[in-house]
């Protein structure tokens, strides 16, 4: 069994500063996959970044960045120059197993944009 | 646009009354994922579907059951229903060669 762990249930950001978001997990398996999703007020699945465990260079999509330390078990999301149209719920989800692939999300974290 | 299309978007029942939900993947995905985004849950997996075949069930009632037909749409068909059942249902697809799901728009569920 794998459980995902996100301790910030809100988190506010002046617009145009960075932000990071947390997250641990935690898998018996060896090859598994990291992501992070938004759920923006739509409600829609989007996914963010996506992170390799077997990759140790930290993936990066345009102004998101993931800080994956495998060690720890921690895969936290930068956000950089933080602007109106981030502000959304952001799930971080685990795929272990490559025969049984379903996503073990988070509780989710609320951020806020702040003008 | 995820290109996984769900239908209906909203859905307005009684308890007791049975509904089904559909789904259609993204182009040459053969994996369906269905999930459950309730207030108190969370996301939770339901059900797996691959090429037709169920492949992995997660914490899915009996009271709901779910199919693949061989044009890879899916749906979920949920009976009996109960006020907790309320909530937000997504599919997923996802290709063979890569491990990230693409959800669809969801369908709300309301039981009144």
């Known amino acids: 069994a794998q459980t995902v762990t996100q301790s910030q249930p809100e988190m506010s950001v002046q617009e145009a500063e960075t932000v990071t978001l947390s997250c641990t997990y935690d898998t018996s398996e060896s090859d598994y996959y990291l992501f992070w999703y938004k759920q923006p007020p739509s409600r829609q699945m989007i996914l963010v970044i996506r992170?390799?465990?077997?990759?140790?260079q930290n993936a990066t999509e345009n102004r998101f960045s993931v800080n994956f330390q495998k060690a720890a078990k921690s895969f936290s999301l930068k956000i950089s120059d933080s602007q109106l149209g981030d502000a959304a719920m952001y799930f971080c989800a685990c795929i272990s197993n490559f025969g049984n692939e379903k996503l073990t999300f988070g509780t989710g974290t609320r951020l806020t944009i702040i003008p | 646009d995820s290109g996984v299309t769900q239908t209906p978007k909203h859905l307005i029942t009684a308890t007791g009354q049975r509904v089904t939900l559909r789904c259609s993947p993204r182009?040459?995905?053969?994996?369906v994922y269905w999930y459950q985004q309730s207030l108190d849950q969370g996301l939770q997996f339901l059900i797996q579907?691959?090429?037709?075949?169920?492949?992995a069930k997660g914490n899915i009632l009996e009271r709901f059951s779910a199919q693949q037909f061989p044009d890879l749409h899916s749906e979920l068909n949920l009976s009996s229903l109960e006020l907790g059942d309320s909530a937000l249902y997504f599919c997923?697809?996802?290709?063979?060669?890569?491990?990230?799901?693409?959800f669809g728009p969801g369908t709300r569920l309301t039981v009144l």
């Open positions: 182009s040459g995905d053969l994996s």
């Open positions: 997923a697809s996802s290709s063979r060669l890569q491990w990230e799901q693409f």
């Open positions: 579907y691959y090429n037709g075949e169920e492949r």
């Open positions: 992170q390799e465990a077997y990759k140790q």
